[in-house]
């Protein structure tokens, strides 16, 4: 509520020379830009979609610039509320985000259920165990998805070579980052780059 934008700020831009159509417009750039970010940030799509599509029908009969301000204000709040109870499920144990926290900070460096149980000094099979109940994932498979992340993120941004990230990210060899990569993102990481290389870097 005490961040909420408005929608007729002058640094918005003009999309139609009617003032209500023009805000209208806004509220549906809007609205889309939201529910990508809540998308990206955990929400179910199928919410999201539906949210978003709910607030469209409604801003294409609003004819009043209150009205589709009110409404713009009604979505931002809609939208954080169901984030704020997204985020509630996923709360973990403090030996759980301890150990995440490890990982996320340790990406250039071999990772094991034993390096990460010895950080925070409990036993390893106590933390596979937790780690496995609370977040449905495999600590191994954790890891490999955060160091493929990160790939991905050198890959778009960087000009870093296959084999300087396969070191970097502390892999055991550049043909097993390859591998790897292809086979749980779908392509070479060649492939990806080519695709990916500062696709959007601008608003990224």
Known sequence: KKYTFTLDAEDKGTLSDDPVRNLRYH????????SRMCIERGMDKE???SMSDIYIRKCDVCNTKEGIIKLHRDSIIDFAQRMK???????YSRHVVEACEFINTHLNGK?????????INIS?????????SETGTAISEYIRSAKLQEAERMLRFTDYSEADISEYLAFASCSHFINTFRKH????????????FRKNFKSE
Do not use: C, D, M
């Open 47 to 49: 919410v999201a979609f």
């Open 27 to 34: 509220l549906i750039i809007a609205i889309a830009i939201i």
């Open 124 to 132: 390893p099979n106590y933390l596979s165990g937790i780690f496995k």
């Open 85 to 91: 109870n997204e985020a509630k499920k996923g709360l």
């Open 111 to 119: 990772l094991s259920v034993n390096i990460i149980a010895a950080h």
């Open 185 to 196: 993102i779908g392509v070479t990481p060649g492939q990806y780059r080519k695709v990916n």
